[in-house]
């Protein structure tokens, strides 16, 4: 069975894309596109999150780049890695929300 359809009325400028694609093909299209642009707008709130993660981790931690630059070690054995990349985790799942 399928859900009974919902109808969303908008107000689009003439030169709207939208309008290139044939009449009878726009109703999927649209949606289509709506849901890739919520998709993208969750991705942006997750980057965001982890851009101001890494800044809090690069200013809190110095030894962090440090270790990057040297790179002579593994750093998933270093256990204040294993506890960002937990912390990464969780943010990425709050952003797939």
Known sequence: ???ALRRLTLRLTPD???FE???GERNK???????IGYDV???????SKL?????????NNP???KAEQE??????LDPAFQKDLKLIRSIMNIGEK
């Not at 299209?29 to 849901?35: H, S």
């Not at 851009?51 to 200013?59: A, H, K, P, Y």
């Open 1 to 3: 069975m399928t859900k």
């Open 16 to 18: 709207n894309p939208i």
């Open 21 to 23: 694609i044939p009449l």
């Open 29 to 35: 299209k649209a949606e289509e596109l709506l849901r």
């Open 41 to 47: 707008q969750r991705l942006e709130r997750a980057v």
């Open 51 to 59: 851009e101001n993660l890494l800044q809090q981790i690069s200013t």
């Open 63 to 65: 030894t962090v780049i």
């Open 71 to 76: 790179d002579s070690s593994d750093p998933r």
